[in-house]
């Protein structure tokens, strides 16, 4: 079954650019997402279609996929960017979340 | 704005059927753009998904679930359902329901309903 790998943690200053990867064989062929899920909140999709934003995602937010990685980048990083991170593609017909990656604004 | 609601038992006991609906509002089960999608997330743990259905009442599974599952929509009521037969505890989780759109991103959620396998 297709997997998806995340560094469980990642850690940056208020202000500075944070990267999360996701990364899946050749999932740069296919279509990647990315949520947000605060504690005690449902996830949020940040990220559509590798690079798109919903409406009322601040522009920080970013995305690209390529080869075996995707990648959400926030820049100028708030503390209220505090969160989980989950990245999501689908394979065949099923869909496969990454584990998932503790965003510390530190 | 589309909204989802999920509903159901809090408490199963184990070896029993795990049964929710999400109510849909703001948007129709019957829209040929979209599947109607569950989730769910075990304590401390991430996301899992379920399956979903579409309005034709086509579903997909995942394989891992799939012996114990069932997708249903009823649009009459605006509403799509969730059957889990046979639970254990380590079906123990938030289950969420959420609108899956063309591209597969999940855009719109329900706030969670907590469910618990225990005797």
């Known amino acids: 079954s297709y997997e998806l790998t995340q560094p469980p943690s990642v850690s940056v200053s208020p202000g500075q650019t944070a990267s999360i990867t996701c990364s899946g064989d050749k999932l740069g062929e296919k279509y990647a997402c990315w949520y947000q899920q605060r504690p005690g909140q449902s996830p949020l999709l940040v990220i559509y279609?590798?690079?798109k934003r919903p409406s009322g995602i601040p522009e920080r937010f970013s995305g690209s996929n390529s080869g075996n990685t995707a990648t959400l980048t926030i820049s100028e990083t708030q503390a209220m960017d505090e969160a989980d991170y989950y990245c999501?593609?689908?394979?065949?017909?099923?869909?496969?979340f990454g584990g998932g990656t503790k965003l510390t604004v530190l | 704005q589309v909204q989802l609601q999920e509903s159901g038992p809090g408490l199963v006991t184990p070896s029993e059927t795990l049964s929710l609906t999400c109510t849909v509002s703001g948007g129709s089960v019957s829209s040929d753009s979209h599947y109607w999608s569950w989730i769910r997330q075990p304590p401390g743990k991430g996301l899992e998904w379920i399956g979903y259905?579409?309005?034709?009442?086509?579903?997909n599974y995942n394989p891992s679930l799939k012996s114990r599952l069932t997708i249903s929509v009823d649009t009459s009521k605006n509403q799509f359902s969730l059957r889990l037969s046979s639970v254990t505890a380590a079906d123990t989780a938030i289950y969420y329901c959420a609108r899956r759109g063309l591209v597969w991103e999940f855009d719109y959620w329900g706030q969670g309903a907590v469910v618990t396998v225990s005797s």
């Open positions: 999501q593609t689908w394979d065949s017909t099923t869909v496969v």
């Open positions: 279609q590798d690079g």
């Open positions: 259905i579409g309005y034709t009442g086509s579903t």
